[in-house]
């Protein structure tokens, strides 16, 4: 950041009548902050001569929205590195933005500097000298906001409970998972599972703080989720980066298992389903097919028992090569069959939830979704594409109709839209999610309020920006609420989703927020808060 007093020296040269900060102070102002962050990552080197160059061929683009001029008190420079290597000198690509008192006024797509004179031995050789690790992580001491007392791996850890045993765990038995304790469930009784395939998100379980049956708060694990290169659901989201919900998935199945590893389901003589009951959370990096190895680690903080249920609360935080990419908190319960039958919703939605007027109702759009390939995660069609800005394939669309688009209405009057979507009993998730006890996954509703703000984005950007850019999974760096009350299972019949924008921002990466309902069959069971989606280039 840097404090602006409006006297600064560039003003009256740039312009004399039309004081603004010239575009180049800019890019060097980013330029500067890139440097910042390569040298605090260890980029440095005793070899006389070397310095910070543009890499030759790399060509960067501008969008400027926006000044600073005389009445600006701030300006803050973000910058995102996409790619480090060498060539063979050190060098780095990024892409930036810069604040104007907190609006997005620019941003400089592939940004590029090398380190002219140096090579990655020389480099290295520094760091030996001075005994300290050239890691983003160091390998001897964990950061201190990482949950657990060990280093966060920067790749893959040898298994304590691998893949087979995990998908024993999920459509296998469970005795084969976890042990003798759990034999019971092999033929007589039910357990509550982890996803199984597509939809498992969890390669195995490589580290392991807390006792085995102990059901306790404290207690935490780490695994470890491979990302494929060509996993079915960048194809099927038709976007760079792992779509939300399977982000959402990689952090909350740990959660699951750490659950069925202290005894849960010992607790009761009754069958117990798993359910999620909420949580709070931000996504700090976005996940592409490149990933390689995600690193989990998950806390149970708290455990509380009473009329047959159980509620466990935990902290999870997914990491990528040494960095926090999604961490929050969350909420599960254990239930018997009669407790979900008793689905009673969100209790005060009625009250809460905005019902358009007889004059918003005329003057609301309605219009059907194209299903476009793939139409299941097993499909290997592609979908066509018109740009980056487009919507989920069939195998991941969750909404099939726009029953109402108004894009005055709302509290705010910025918005209103309703997506419906009629339940097939037959529906891929339903075998995946979970075995013997089929449930739409949480994390895939979820999916449908962002596929309408993303809907009403498009409506408001689309056809500037349709070929430019593209959507985040979430709006990066917004905390986001979900609160589940209630399932969507096979013998439902009709899903309703409603969203209410609460904000709109402006600007090179345009954002749009809202918050809404779902409802299964009349009753409202989810609710969302502070969902954001951005546009980027």
Same mark, same amino acid.
């Given at each position: ?6 006297? %600064? ?44 160059? *543009?890499?030759?061929?790399? $060509? ?28 063979? %000198? *050190? ?54 906001? $990482? ?28 005795? %084969? ?58 194809? $099927? ?122 004059? %918003? ?177």
């Amino acid at each position: 950041e840097a404090d602006a007093h409006g006297d %600064e020296w560039f003003l009256p040269c740039h312009f004399v009548d039309d004081m603004v900060m010239p575009g180049t102070l800019m890019y060097e102002c980013c330029l500067h902050t890139l440097r910042v962050f390569l040298m605090r990552m260890g980029c440095v080197t005793e070899q006389h001569g070397v310095s910070y160059e *543009p890499v030759p061929g790399a $060509a960067s683009t501008l969008r400027c929205r926006g000044p600073v001029t005389q009445a600006t008190r701030v300006v803050t420079y973000e910058v995102h590195i996409t790619e480090l290597g060498y060539r063979p %000198e *050190p060098y780095a690509l990024a892409d930036a933005l810069i604040y104007a008192d907190g609006h997005r006024i620019v941003q400089f797509t592939n940004m590029s500097l090398q380190m002219t004179g140096a090579t990655r031995e020389q480099m290295e050789t520094t760091w030996r000298q001075t005994r300290a690790a050239v890691s983003v992580v160091p390998t001897d001491a964990a950061p201190v906001t $990482a949950i657990g007392e060990t280093a966060v791996p920067v790749g893959p850890r040898p298994a304590l409970y691998d893949n087979d045993r995990i998908l024993a765990f999920a459509v296998g038995k469970p005795s %084969e998972a976890f042990g003798e304790p759990y034999c019971v469930f092999d033929a007589d009784r039910r357990i509550a599972r982890l996803p199984g395939p597509p939809f498992k998100f969890l390669d195995r379980i490589t580290a392991i703080h807390a006792n085995a049956w102990d059901l306790a708060p404290g207690g935490w694990v780490e695994a470890q989720y491979d990302v494929p290169v060509d996993a079915w659901y960048f194809r $099927a989201n038709r976007q760079r980066s792992m779509p939300f919900a399977v982000v959402l998935e990689v952090a909350l199945q740990p959660c699951g298992w750490l659950a069925a590893y202290l005894g849960s389901a010992l607790r009761s003589q009754d069958d117990l389903s798993f359910r999620n009951l909420g949580g709070t959370a931000t996504l700090h990096e976005e996940v592409f097919s490149d990933a390689g190895t995600l690193t989990i680690r998950v806390r149970i903080t708290k455990v509380s028992e009473a009329a047959g249920m159980i509620v466990q609360s935990f902290d999870m935080q997914v990491w990528q090569a040494g960095r926090v990419v999604y961490d929050g908190d969350t909420q599960f319960g254990f239930f018997s069959s009669t407790a979900l039958a008793r689905q009673v919703g969100i209790r005060d939605a009625t009250d809460r939830r905005h019902v358009p007027d007889a004059d %918003e109702v005329r003057r609301a759009r309605r219009f059907p979704l194209d299903a476009v390939a793939p139409f299941t995660p097993e499909d290997s069609a592609d979908a066509p594409s018109h740009g980056e800005l487009v919507l989920p394939a069939r195998a991941l669309r969750m909404v099939d109709e726009i029953e109402l688009f108004i894009p005055d209405a709302g509290p705010a009057g910025l918005g209103f839209i309703r997506g419906v979507k009629q339940i097939d009993p037959h529906e891929w998730f339903f075998a995946a999610h979970f075995y013997q006890d089929p449930v739409c996954p949480g994390s895939l509703g979820l999916e449908s309020f962002l596929q309408l703000l993303k809907l009403a984005a498009l409506d408001r950007w689309g056809e500037g920006i349709r070929h430019t850019h593209r959507f985040e999974p979430i709006a990066l760096g917004h905390t986001h609420t979900w609160i589940y009350r209630g399932q969507i299972v096979p013998r439902n019949r009709r899903v309703e989703v409603d969203v209410v924008v609460t904000g709109v921002e402006e600007g090179p990466t345009p954002m749009i927020t809202g918050h809404g309902f779902l409802s299964v069959d009349g009753t409202p069971i989810y609710e969302v808060q502070a969902f954001g989606m951005r546009l980027v280039v």
